[in-house]
């Protein structure tokens, strides 16, 4: 590449998020986040009355950077105005007028409770018929014009999850940031054993999950396929083998697969894994779950949640009981919004572009058919129809050669002046404040990226529940297929 510049040509403090892209991310995921991400967020604030209205993404070298951008401000300010000055628009400014309003009813309406009856009854089951169908398409069928065609319907679907998957964000996140902000308070306890209790009790139930449960409970019964699973072939062959078994355990292992295989697994992007391309995780998962006794111990948590409540002063516990249970009633949506949206319309773009980059190389467009995955969607068009434009070989393998070997270390965490403080919380209406706490708190809590705090001889890694577990390293038997998936993965057999 030529020198590496850092600039964004736009006003405002721009933050490195490195939390879910650790690495440069393509063309086509930049075009799609960079327009669905800022309009989804806007309408989910719009919801509770908050005054930050969305964070703008832009991408410098692939890495991508946010900066927030509040109701009534002129883009990429920096520091609240003079207090008279706030006040006035707070009164005055129509936008500013009507979040307050909706701000002032939220705790009452509770919005999130809507969002999530419609997941459940509408965006979730139309999402996943549209990917039902739409892996059905066997792009090696179609000829060029065809896969041009499918390539735009995926492309548009793309989109169309993304916009989905962040509409709900704030309401995947919110409840739960109210509930952190107040235990906080109460208890004084981690951020980390109080998210864990407001998660599902039994973890993540889906649809998915009764589909891998019946596969279990299937191969309990049938030795015979299990050892299918254990005879040292390639996990290819026994995750195929598995499909064809006659019976309980052949259906349950399509239909796990129907609803898991083309899932992005390893990342964000469409250059990342679906569990379709990793059969030894789909082994390793089946069997890890053959090995364990019975279903899982839900006491343990119940426990935890009871050591948890014990905390909170009585004067409080009342509180505490709803905060808790409207945390816990958007959790299974929070996990599976994106399982559902565009992890999987992503995992579906890839066998289309693969087979387009087979063909591109093939006349001679391109020297890899894995660097069509560097273009984007209009580029990928072009290069498929043979018409005059779109990039050429070289720029393309030089896309290839950054994206794959650049880090988020190489990247400035900030851009442009340094972020001011916001507004002080006492200038604003309980309620807005009180909005604001949470959905700080949910964002700290979620999303903020720790410190590294390894040594020479010791991995300290994020927890997924309360406890310190200690182990000795044994081998390197797992090789992540990029370095993408030791940072950031989005697996769940659910």
């Not at 999402?127 to 896969?147: I, K, V």
């Not at 019946?214 to 040292?232: C, M, Q, R």
């Not at 949206?341 to 467009?365: I, M, Q």
């Not at 006492?426 to 949470?438: E, F, Q």
Request: net charge neutral; with cysteine.
């Amino acid at each position: 590449m030529s020198a590496i510049t850092w600039e964004i040509d736009e006003p405002g403090s721009w933050e490195l998020e490195a939390t879910h892209n650790p690495t440069p991310v393509t063309a086509y995921h930049q075009a799609i986040f960079g327009e669905q991400f800022p309009r989804a967020f806007a309408a989910g604030t719009a919801q509770i009355g908050i005054l930050l209205s969305h964070f703008e993404p832009r991408f410098v070298n692939g890495f991508g950077y946010v900066s927030p951008r509040i109701v009534g401000a002129p883009a990429g300010a920096t520091k609240p105005p003079p207090r008279l000055l706030f006040m006035l628009a707070l009164k005055l400014h129509p936008e500013m007028r009507r979040r307050m309003r909706t701000a002032a009813t939220v705790l009452d309406r509770k919005p999130w409770r809507d969002d999530v009856k419609t997941w459940e009854s509408e965006v979730k089951p139309q999402s996943t018929a549209t990917h039902l169908e739409l892996q059905r398409m066997r792009p090696a069928n179609l000829d060029d014009a065809g896969l041009a065609d499918h390539l735009r319907v995926l492309h548009g679907n793309a989109g169309l999850q993304c916009y989905l998957h962040h509409r709900l964000s704030i309401s995947g996140i919110l409840p739960v940031g109210d509930y952190i902000a107040h235990a906080r308070e109460w208890t004084g306890l981690p951020d980390a054993e109080l998210l864990h209790v407001c998660q599902q009790r039994g973890g993540l139930e889906t649809a998915t999950t009764d589909q891998f449960h019946a596969l279990i409970e299937a191969l309990h019964d049938d030795p015979v396929a299990v050892e299918l699973l254990d005879t040292g072939c390639p996990a290819a062959e026994a995750i195929s083998a598995l499909t064809q078994v006659q019976g309980r355990v052949g259906l349950a292992a399509r239909g796990w697969l129907e609803l898991t295989a083309n899932r992005i697994v390893t990342g964000y992007d469409i250059v990342d894994l679906t569990a379709g391309e990793m059969p030894r995780l789909l082994q390793r998962t089946v069997l890890a779950a053959l090995d364990r006794a019975g279903p899982p111990d839900r006491r343990l948590s119940a426990e935890q949640a009871a050591r948890v409540r014990d905390r909170v002063p009585g004067g409080h516990r009342q509180a505490y009981d709803d905060l808790l249970a409207e945390a816990i009633s958007v959790s299974t949506m929070q996990e599976e919004r994106a399982l559902f949206t565009d992890l999987w319309a992503y995992g579906l773009v890839r066998p289309s572009v693969k087979e387009a980059g087979r063909r591109v190389a093939g006349r001679g467009r391109i020297a890899d058919p894995a660097h069509l995955f560097e273009a984007s969607h209009e580029e990928m068009l072009d290069l498929l129809t043979c018409s005059a434009g779109g990039p050429s070989a070289d720029e393309l393998a030089e896309r290839h050669a950054w994206r794959t070997t650049a880090t988020s270390d190489m990247a400035p965490k900030h851009i442009g002046p340094a972020p001011g403080a916001p507004p002080p919380a006492s200038w604003l209406p309980p309620a807005v404040r009180r909005m604001g706490t949470a959905l700080d708190a949910a964002i700290q809590v979620k999303f903020a990226e720790p410190a590294p705090r390894n040594g020479a001889s010791t991995v300290r890694g994020l927890n997924a529940s309360a406890g310190v577990y200690r182990a000795r390293h044994v081998s390197s038997s797992v090789r992540p297929t990029s370095r993408r998936s030791t940072q950031a993965t989005s697996w769940s057999p659910a």
